[in-house]
DNA sequence: TTAGAAACTAGAGCGAGGTCTAGATCAAGT
DNA sequence: ACTTGATCTAGACCTCGCTCTAGTTTCTAA
């Protein structure tokens, strides 16, 4: 999963926004937030110059959010690998709570999913049937 | 999924927010929202009296909520239904679109909960074995 | 009849997660 | 040298979806 690629030029926040999906704006808020793990290279200008390393968990940090990992929990994770090493137990629990809330999500949008067939199945045979009049009932 | 129940006794606010999960105020304020389809009977005293109707409707709301439909879309639901018939494909349209929405949610989740189980694999064979020393990446 | 719980309205406040603005600076092309 | 576009900082602002407050009124039970 990372990137070991020593010898990549780093990235503008631009072109990081790009790969990410984040906008310019968030990245700028996750780094100010504390989301990110060390701190960003600059150029002599003042310019941020990300590495494949920063991209790379840029990328995870899109995925858990995308999932519904708090910030504060990112953001957690990111002092912990900041810290270094000795504290895997406590990373290994955020993921675990993670993976379960996602599984708990995936069964509530299941359960919808198929009352939400069952009302469309309905509601398309009706109208195909052209008697929708009989439909008047939102809790059918 | 509709209770027919004619002689069902109306129910209070409170008891309503308790069969439903959504706080009083949270109830006052679908309302104030527009989210119901009809409006809530009142008591002499001016209350709010829930028949079982607006309890079922509310129960498709939190379903609907709760795998991410926004309030808007609600809303608009409620509308039409308000309406009558004759607007039956604009509310298929309503449903087909969460549920494409529901499916993207689902494969989001179950790529990302491969991607975890991967990790807290990682993490966790490698605390097992003591060696967490190699696991400074965060990327890993 | 009186206390206490529960409900009422209007409107302010809040937390999460960004987004946008202003005004300045930096870098690249012509 | 000059224009254009990308970045910079600090901080104000925004949307969503509730939540809470204040002050009042209505029930219910003792």
């Known amino acids: 999963m990372a990137t070991v690629d020593t010898d ?3 990235l503008s926040i631009g072109e990081v926004a790009e ?3 984040l906008s310019v704006h968030a990245l700028r808020f996750y780094e100010r937030e504390g989301l990110l793990v060390g701190p960003v290279q600059r150029t002599a200008g ?3 110059r990300y590495t ?3 991209v790379d ?4 940090c899109v995925k858990l959010r995308g999932t519904g990992m708090p910030l504060a929990d990112l953001k957690r994770f990111a002092e912990l690998v900041r ?3 000795g504290n895997e137990a406590e990373r290994l629990r955020l ?6 809330r996602i599984e708990a999500q995936i069964r509530t949008l299941e359960e919808c999913r198929s009352v939400i067939a ?3 199945g309905v509601y398309a045979e009706h109208l195909a049937r052209d008697d929708a009049g009989g439909l008047w009932d939102p809790t059918v």
Chains 1, 2 share one sequence.
């Not at 968990?57 to 995870?60: D, E, G, N, Y």
């Not at 993921?95 to 379960?100: A, E």
């Open 95 to 100: 993921l675990d709570t993670h993976q379960q």
């Open 46 to 48: 003042g310019r941020r």
């Open 19 to 21: 790969r990410t999906g």
């Open 83 to 85: 810290h270094g090493p």
């Open 52 to 54: 494949t390393a920063d």
């Open 57 to 60: 968990w840029l990328l995870i």
């Open 8 to 10: 990549a030029e780093p």
């Open 118 to 120: 069952w009302k469309v």
